[in-house]
């Protein structure tokens, strides 16, 4: 038999672990299993505001006109009348070739026609009293008629020993010397028109209807800072049938020169806008297997709400139904959240 201490010893020790179990069921009781009733979290107060949704296109600078300058017959070149690099303005004398030739042409035929004339006039007189026949007076005149014709070819001639600018533009870097024999094979030089520019760029078949002549586009460009903007000129009627993509081209003004033609751009085409949006953080959006979700607190209890989203941005959705101006949905703790649990906000957009 057991002495009276080692009986209160061992009616001890039940009682201990009587009132441990009791404390232990108290507080899984308490606290549903273990789980938090309430969470403390970030807020984000939905507030009407400006957006803008884009779309991103990659773009060359052109220039507005280009041509290779090349003579329009062979010949020796005279003078050279550019400098390299330097602006051109359109009708400007660029080249001239050796045209003694041509001008001694010219000038033996305007004297034989000169002779004609004389001959003619005296004919004329002749023919009133009956000194010559009506065909000779008739070939003298069909004879200047001819000579007339050699005198424009021959000046046709004289106008292609000079070469013009066709255009306003920058001249490049020349490829021929004075004295050099030309041909109309020879590259001469390059004449750009740089002010203003060209922007070409492509847009998936889907955004066509959003480009159209006259809406202003923005780009950047690498090594200049800023952004630059430009209005779409022209729509090609069609989209590549490989890449079904549509070309498009924006005219951009070019004063200062600091834009330079055949660089990258990255291009901005703007699609749809709203001043009265309402926008949430992309990170408080839960998505589902049907639908998306997001955790509206209202009276410090939060429901999950189904939203429909619209346009997008880098870090923002538009909410198009589901959700007010006004309310508070949750950006933290999404994961630990429940229906109808208690909510602190502890922090909000302001």
Do not use: W
């Amino acid at each position: 038999m057991l002495n009276s201490r080692m009986r209160f010893i061992i009616l001890f020790g039940l009682m201990a672990v009587a009132a441990g179990c009791g404390s232990d069921n108290k507080e899984m009781a308490k606290g549903g299993g273990g789980r938090p009733k309430d969470i403390k979290a970030e807020g984000y107060v939905l507030t009407p505001a400006s957006f803008q949704q884009d779309y991103l296109a990659s773009g060359t600078l052109l220039p507005n006109e280009e041509i290779e300058i090349h003579p329009e017959m062979t010949g020796r070149v005279t003078k050279i009348h550019f400098k390299e690099g330097s602006f051109i303005k359109k009708g400007q004398l660029l080249i001239s070739l050796y045209d003694a030739d041509i001008l001694a042409q010219i000038q033996k035929l305007k004297k034989q026609k000169a002779l004609q004339q004389k001959l003619q006039e005296r004919q004329k007189e002749l023919l009133s009293i009956g000194g010559i026949s009506q065909q000779d007076f008739e070939s003298t005149e069909t004879t200047i008629a001819t000579l007339e014709a050699d005198i424009a070819t021959q000046e046709a001639q004289l106008r292609r020993t000079k070469i013009l600018a066709p255009f306003d533009g920058v001249v490049g870097i020349r490829n021929i010397s004075e004295g050099a024999v030309v041909s109309p094979t020879t590259t001469i030089a390059l004449l750009k028109q740089v002010h203003p520019l060209k922007i070409d760029f492509t847009l998936p078949e889907q955004y066509y209807s959003y480009a159209k002549p006259g809406l202003e586009v923005t780009f950047k460009v690498a090594g200049i800072e800023g952004r630059h903007s430009g209005k779409i000129s022209t729509i090609e009627p069609g989209a590549d049938v490989t890449t079904r993509t549509i070309r498009v081209r924006a005219i951009v003004p070019n004063t200062d020169r600091s834009l330079v033609a055949g660089t990258f751009a990255e291009v901005t085409l703007p699609l749809q806008s709203s001043s009265q949006a309402l926008l949430i953080p992309t990170q408080s959006v839960i998505p589902t297997t049907r639908d998306k979700k997001v955790v509206l607190v209202a009276k410090g209890k939060a429901s999950l709400i189904t939203v429909k989203l619209g346009m997008r941005s880098e870090d923002k959705v538009e909410v198009i139904s589901g959700l007010k101006s006004g309310d508070t949905i949750l950006t933290t703790g999404l994961m630990q959240v429940k229906e109808g649990m208690d909510v602190t906000i502890t922090k909000t957009n302001g």
